[in-house]
């Protein structure tokens, strides 16, 4: 019988991320069974497939690691109470199998009986064939318990992963991801990349609510938000407070659009300030346990410290909600970096309010991805970055990043880390020496001679954007393809 796993799944044991399954089965190298794979096709394309101690999803989290900068760290293992509920599980689905072979068994027993049976019947010719029968009954017993006998290393592998973490589908949209460790299914959701419904992620507000269709889920956080008793009927849950004991298929709903997210009113503390360049700080602000901040990748924020404040775009993920990184470049007549540069210090408040803006990532467009940044232009396309690595997007994604100012690439290393990390990812740094935004543009055309096949995005100071924008326009760009960010 045919071995059909999901992408997710597939993807986890054999080490690779999702999107090079996709690009498989788009290129025609793998077949697909109604967005499912079989595994004999699978260990066609990935015979290296091994049970060794470096299985698949610990690859694949090692490439997101790398790819974050250690920033986003999973936790592998699940609790004491989950993992000995999914290994009862399992031991009892091995029972269903023993009693079901049994009874296999048995029959088989009973047919050689008959067959010994109408060996010693009357006729010759029932003998002969009560003979020919009981023959090829040993024969193919005989093969089938060959058979047996061969490890399937992929039915071994999914096994274990099914120990260790648990696959949420999500209906309708069909996305699905893993919950590792001891993280809640919202936690677990957010990390991929998804953008499900919350507020406090706390037990609190019932807007992480959604319907468990199949699979069960244990609570692992106290909620005061109360389900009615119709709600609990219908298998409604709270997604903030509970993990998934086995695979889950969910119905909940997403956010797609920068308008389905409503502002919130945050104070958050200051966890770090990290010089990049004398003219430039790493603003790391940590919000309370209790109260994350809701985003889309590439939306801003207003931030309040005391008297000062300004708008900055957010430089890191929503897959990592509770830490927040803003670049904040040291501008004279900017009243807020002034703060943040002279007597801004760890453990400080700072008051968010948001999100804004709509530069946000068009995650089901089937185009692949230039991003132009000019300066601190880098910050809201490194959050859509991150954003597309959590998703685990199949297309490819390029990144040019001018340097006009003094701090020059200042997140340099980084960006090589991705390009190191990731197959579909390409970085292209250019200087103001060099030629700066024309040569940029210069650079896109002659590495790309189909842009129209790109969704752009472009991020940096108001004159960049326009120039960039209107030199696009006039070559005939699509608008709609086309995602502007003054910072
Ligand atoms: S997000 Fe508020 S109860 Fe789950």
């Known amino acids: 019988m045919r071995q059909l796993l999901s992408l997710s799944r597939a993807a986890r044991l054999v080490g690779v991320a999702r999107g090079v399954l996709q ?81 296999y068994h048995a029959m088989v027993v009973r047919l050689r009986e008959r067959l010994s049976e109408e060996e010693a019947g009357a006729t010759q010719a029932a003998r002969a064939s009560a003979a020919r029968l009981g023959a090829l009954l040993e024969r193919e017993l005989e093969a089938v318990l060959g058979e047996a006998a061969a490890p399937n290393a992929l039915a071994v592998m999914d096994d274990m992963l099914r120990v260790m973490s648990a696959h949420v589908l999500v209906r309708p949209s069909r996305h699905e991801f893993f919950v590792d460790g001891a993280d809640t299914i919202l936690e677990a959701a957010l990390r991929s990349g998804l953008a499900l419904n919350y507020g406090c992620s706390n037990g609190n507000c ?36 509970h993990t998934a004991v086995g695979d889950l298929v969910i119905e909940a709903l997403e956010s797609a659009e920068a308008g389905d997210i409503p502002p919130q009113q945050i104070v958050a503390q200051v966890k770090s300030l990290q010089v990049l360049d004398g003219e430039l700080m790493l603003l790391h602000l940590q919000t309370p346990r209790s109260k ?10 207003t931030l309040s410290a005391g008297e000062a ?36 210090k760890a453990g400080d408040p700072v008051t968010l309010f948001g999100p804004w803006g709509d530069f946000v990532l068009h995650a089901e467009s089937p185009r692949s991805i230039l991003f132009l940044a000019c300066d601190t232009g880098f910050a809201p396309v490194k959050s859509l970055i991150e954003h597309a690595m959590a998703l685990e997007v199949s297309e490819r994604l390029h990144l040019y990043w001018l340097a006009t100012g003094p701090s020059g690439h200042y997140l340099a290393n980084l960006c090589r880390s991705w390009a190191g990390a990731l197959d579909n990812f390409t970085y292209v740094p250019v200087t103001a020496e060099q030629g700066g935004a024309p040569e940029l543009l210069r650079r896109v055309a002659a590495d790309h001679a189909d842009l129209a096949a790109f969704d752009i995005y472009l991020a ?28």
């Open 23 to 103: 690009q498989k089965i788009q290129s025609g190298e793998l077949r697909s069974f109604d967005g499912m794979v079989s595994g004999e096709d699978l260990l066609l394309l990935y015979p290296e497939v091994r049970l060794e101690s470096e299985v698949g999803f610990e690859r694949v989290s090692r490439i997101k690691e790398e790819a974050f900068g250690r920033r986003v760290r999973e936790r592998m293992l699940p609790s004491q109470e989950i993992l000995s509920q999914r290994l009862f599980e399992q031991s009892r689905e091995l029972t269903d199998l023993r009693a079901h072979l049994q009874r």
């Open 206 to 241: 019932g807007l992480c609510k959604a319907r468990v269709v199949s699979g069960q889920v244990q609570k692992v956080r106290h909620q005061d938000y109360v389900l009615s008793e119709a709600e609990k009927q219908q298998g409604y849950t709270l997604l903030c407070s």
């Open 292 to 301: 994350r901040l809701r985003f889309l990748a590439g939306q801003n924020l």
């Open 309 to 344: 404040s300004a708008q900055l775009p957010i430089a890191s993920c929503p897959c990592d909600d509770r830490n927040l990184h803003f670049h904040v470049a040291r501008k004279a007549e900017d009243g807020f970096a002034k703060t943040v540069f002279s007597s801004l």
């Open 460 to 487: 940096g100071a108001g004159p960049f954007v326009e120039a960039a924008a209107s030199a696009l326009r006039e070559r005939g760009f699509p608008e709609a393809q086309l995602s502007l960010a003054v910072v």
